[in-house]
C-alpha cells in the first residue's frame, strides 16, 4: 500500500536490527525516552532487504507512543488563534456505548477528509495507565504511515464483529503461504519448527488476514490491505514482531490478550481451523481494483465518520489515527469461551 511519512520523529535510544529465520526475516528495535527517565520500546519486524524500512518504522512508532503516553497538550480549547469556527467536539460515546464517565480532558484532531478541527476525548488518544474506565487503544498508532494506521483499524473492527459473530466466511489460506509470503520464508520456519496458519476475511474495499505462528511462543495478528497477498504478509511479520516484544512494556489489556494466546495457542488454532473453509487457489492473485478507494474514504465509508488524526506535538507529525464508530475502544465480546485476540 502506499505509505505516508510519519513524520521526521528522533528517537534517543537503541537502534538495532537482528535478523531471525535464519535472515528471511529481520526485527527492528528501537526506544523513545519518556517522562521521568522511563522508556518506550518497540520491535518491528521486516523481509530480508527491507532492514532501512523497518528500522525507520521502529524509531517512528516508538515516538509516537512516547508522545502519546505523555498527554501534556491534552485540555479543552474550543476556538483556535486567527478566529477561526471552534472545533467540533465528540463525546465519549461517539467511540464506546454506554461509556463510563468522561474526565473531560480533550485532545485537538484534524480530520482526515475534510481538515475540519475536532477534540477528541483524551482516553481514546492516550496509551499510558489512565484511571478512565476505558481501555487505552493501541489501534491506530502511527508507525508505518497514516494510510496504514487506518488499515489496523480497519482489520482490528472487522476481526472484532467477525469474533463476536463469525457469520462471515472465514477462508483458510495455509496452504497457500509459500506463494502469499517471499521465498524462503515458509522454509525457514518449518526448520525451526514454527506453525504458520492463514486464514483471510473479505470486506468491502479490502481484505483483512489472521496470521497464527505457534511454536515456543504462540501469537497471532490480524493486517488489512487491498490484496490477500499483502495483508497476510503484513500480518505475519506483525505476529514475528509480537512474539520478541516483551509483555511488560504493552498497555495490560494487550499483555492479557497475548497471555491468552500464548497460553491457549492450541485451542486458538483448533478453533479458527474448525471455522474455516478453504480458499480457492485465485485469491492469491486476486488485484486491489483499478481505481481503489484511499484509506480516509473507506474507513469514513465503513464507520460513518472521517478518521481523525492526531498531532500531539509539532503540526504534521501525526502520532495515531482514531476512527469513531470502530470497535477497538471497546472490549468485544466473543461468540466462543476465548476472548478476541485483537483490541
Avoid at 215 to 236: C, I, P, Q
Wanted: charged share 20%; with cysteine.
Amino acid at each position: 500500500m502506499a505509505s505516508v511519512p510519519a513524520g521526521s520523529w528522533s528517537t534517543a535510544g537503541v537502534d538495532e536490527v537482528v535478523d531471525c529465520l535464519g535472515g528471511a526475516v529481520h526485527l527492528a528495535y528501537a526506544e523513545a525516552a519518556g517522562e521521568g527517565g522511563a522508556d518506550v520500546a518497540v520491535i518491528v519486524a521486516g523481509f530480508s532487504g527491507h532492514e532501512a524500512r523497518t528500522r525507520a518504522r521502529a524509531r517512528a512508532r516508538a515516538e509516537a507512543v512516547r508522545a502519546l503516553c505523555e498527554p501534556s497538550g491534552a485540555g479543552r480549547p474550543s476556538r483556535s488563534a486567527g478566529g477561526r469556527a471552534a472545533a467540533k467536539e465528540l463525546r465519549l460515546d461517539d467511540f464506546v456505548g454506554d461509556p463510563p464517565g468522561s474526565t473531560g480532558v480533550t485532545v485537538p484532531g484534524v480530520g482526515l477528509l475534510t481538515g475540519n478541527r475536532y477534540l477528541l476525548p483524551a482516553e481514546v488518544v492516550w496509551l499510558d495507565r489512565q484511571e478512565c474506565g476505558v481501555e487505552p487503544a493501541t489501534s491506530g498508532v502511527v508507525g508505518h504511515g497514516v494510510p496504514e494506521a487506518i488499515a489496523e483499524i480497519f482489520a482490528h473492527d472487522v476481526v472484532a464483529r467477525w469474533w463476536a459473530d463469525p457469520r462471515r466466511p472465514l477462508l483458510r489460506v495455509s496452504e497457500q503461504l509459500d506463494r502469499l509470503l517471499p521465498p524462503g520464508v515458509m522454509d525457514a520456519a518449518a526448520g525451526l519448527g514454527l506453525r504458520v496458519s492463514a486464514f483471510v476475511l473479505s470486506a468491502q474495499d479490502a481484505s483483512v488476514a489472521l496470521v497464527t505462528v505457534g511454536g515456543d511462543a504462540g501469537a497471532l495478528a490480524v493486517a488489512a490491505d487491498r490484496t490477500v497477498k499483502s495483508a497476510v504478509s503484513e500480518a505475519f511479520l506483525l505476529a514475528m514482531a509480537s512474539r520478541a516484544q516483551p509483555w511488560h512494556t504493552l498497555p495490560l489489556p494487550d499483555s492479557m490478550r497475548r497471555f491468552a494466546v500464548w497460553h491457549r495457542e492450541g485451542d486458538y488454532a483448533a478453533y479458527l481451523e474448525g471455522m474455516a473453509v478453504e480458499a480457492d487457489t485465485s485469491l492469491v492473485h486476486e488485484l486491489g481494483g483499478l481505481r481503489p478507494a484511499s484509506w480516509p474514504e473507506i474507513a469514513a465509508h465503513r464507520f460513518g465518520h472521517e478518521p481523525v488524526a492526531v498531532e500531539p506535538g509539532t503540526p504534521g507529525q501525526v502520532a495515531k489515527v482514531v476512527c469513531p464508530g470502530a470497535a477497538c475502544y471497546r472490549a468485544t465480546r466473543s461468540a466462543t469461551v476465548l476472548p478476541c485476540p485483537i483490541p
